[in-house]
């Protein structure tokens, strides 16, 4: 594995004026042996450590090792970015939006929310936010709330949608389409037993209801809109081949009969189009030109266009990308719905569901999601990906802009013996950027440092961090010594809080808080501001009057 790195990360610090990237050279490794995914947090710190030791090298030093392990790079024309759609043309693309709300976007939902945005803008088109509000399985239900988080979020990713529509007011529209297309002989009212249904598609078999005449078809349907029918005894059926190879799409169903309230229109309408069935519809009157969609559903793409064909209407193109995973999360808004109202999780922004309004929280910054999706590309294939890819995104972003500050998490207290008696020290609030200084307080009888640090280095000579060396133990000493700068670099560095310190909260992504102390000018710390924790990682700054909490972002 480290020779693995170490090849690829040479590889990438010699393409880039000698700067290797942790994010490019784990896609490279993991590509090569993807076997590593089972060791992803080994191999990422393996590759972290690697980089840091060849970009403190010279370009000629890089190159002169990479010639020793005899790889020879050639320079090759990398097609980047999004592939063009097909048959656009600026000015005329038309795509939309289609979140189902029943719950907050989540990050895999990012990624059809973001390819669309990004297509529409190369293509100077339109960009439609379609709430597909429909009535769903009592298992997937609209939640009224979810209507404005998904506007908050699109809002935050910078989306610029140009119109926003609900297919819960497209009622009437759908209910004439329907009538037309029982007119035309494509559709009939079926009264079977959904054991009879599904007999009848497995065999291959016409239904008595298919014989239906026009007439009939057109009283029935009337008598479904009236309410003459309750809810699983009568279906608006397609009518397809019921010899289709594939049962699911044998004579699909159109409209269905639901007596569940509807959370913006109540119980004003009782017979709801399937997902399908509106889409063919609704595309062709909006003049939809590209549909984005997951690989999954490809049912629907084959009954949109079946419907498209029947009723002779111009058809759109379809681009199906795969389904994104984060390795370390399983994301669902049902199971999340199920959560919060069991009190497992706090809310929609717990930061377990990986809603974005809990990425949001937690800091993570809406270019580095951006970055994120575009650069997983558009590919069919299902995309597994460890959370540390959208961090290294984020990371680049919040570094430079993060002010530094001691926290301490779990705390041991020490009293330095022989140290100096000093009362405060001055520190700078970033290592690479003039930003300020910061002060930190001293009492060095009461000291803080991280209960895991004094058990990892006690016996042994380490440095507080801008203040001075001590030997930990039973006993802990002050030590007065002159040091190299090549010494003072090699020795361990730990943080550390004093008297008097401020009492802090520390929300972590498992959902677990953990208390925590930091130095007082925490307090100078902005609402919404990202901060990083020395030695411990990025936080967004949460305020109230009574206390601070930090919403831990990733190392």
Known sequence: MKDLILKHSLINAVEHDGKADVQAVLGRVIAEKPELKKEIKKTIAEIKKTVEE???????????????????????KVEEGLPDLTDAKIGNVVMRLAPFPSGPLHIGNARMVILNDEYVKRYKGKLILFYDDTIGSEEKIVIPEAYDMVKESLNWLGI?????????????????????????????????????????????????????????????????????????????RLKTDMRYPNPAFRDRVLFRITERKHPRVGNRYRVWPLLETSWALDDHILGITHVLRGKDLVIEDMMEKFIWNLMKWKPAEFIHYGMLRIKEFKLSKTQARKDIDAGVLSGWDDPRTWSLQSLRKRGIQPQAIRNFIVGMGLSLADVQVPAEILYSENRKIVDPIANRYFVVLDPKEISVRGAPKTKKIEANLHPDFPRGKRTIPIDVNRIYVEKQDY???????????????????????????????????????????????????????????????????????????????????????????????LYFAHK
């Not at 090298?57 to 020793?68: A, D, G, M, R």
């Not at 389409?177 to 009848?200: H, M, P, T, W």
């Not at 943080?495 to 008097?500: G, L, M, Q």
Request: charged share 40%; with cysteine.
């Open 160 to 236: 610029n949608y140009h119109k926003t529509l609900y297919k819960s007011d497209r009622l009437p529209t759908f209910y004439e389409f329907a009538k037309d297309i029982i007119q035309k002989g494509f559709a009939y009212v079926c009264v079977c037993s959904k054991e009879v249904l599904r007999e009848n598609r497995r065999t291959g078999k016409e239904c008595k209801c298919r014989k239906n005449t026009v007439k009939e078809n057109l009283s029935l349907w009337q008598k479904m809109l009236d309410g003459n029918f309750k809810e699983g005894e009568a279906t608006l």
């Open 455 to 549: 058990e990892r280095f006690k016996g042994k000579e380490i440095r507080l961090m801008d203040l001075f060396n001590i030997k930990l133990g039973d006993e802990v000493r002050f030590v007065e010594k002159e040091q190299k700068d090549k010494e003072l670099k090699e020795m361990p560095k730990i943080h550390w809080v004093s008297k008097p310190y401020v009492k802090v909260k520390v929300v972590m992504p498992d959902g677990l808080t953990k208390d925590a102390i930091t130095e007082p000018d925490i307090k100078n710390v902005k609402e919404d501001e990202i901060i990083q924790l020395v030695r411990t990682g990025f936080c967004r700054c949460d305020k109230s009057d009574r206390e601070i909490i």
């Open 54 to 76: 060849i970009n403190s090298w010279n370009i000629e030093k890089q190159k002169k090792e990479i010639k020793k392990l005899g790889v020879k790079i050639e320079k090759k």
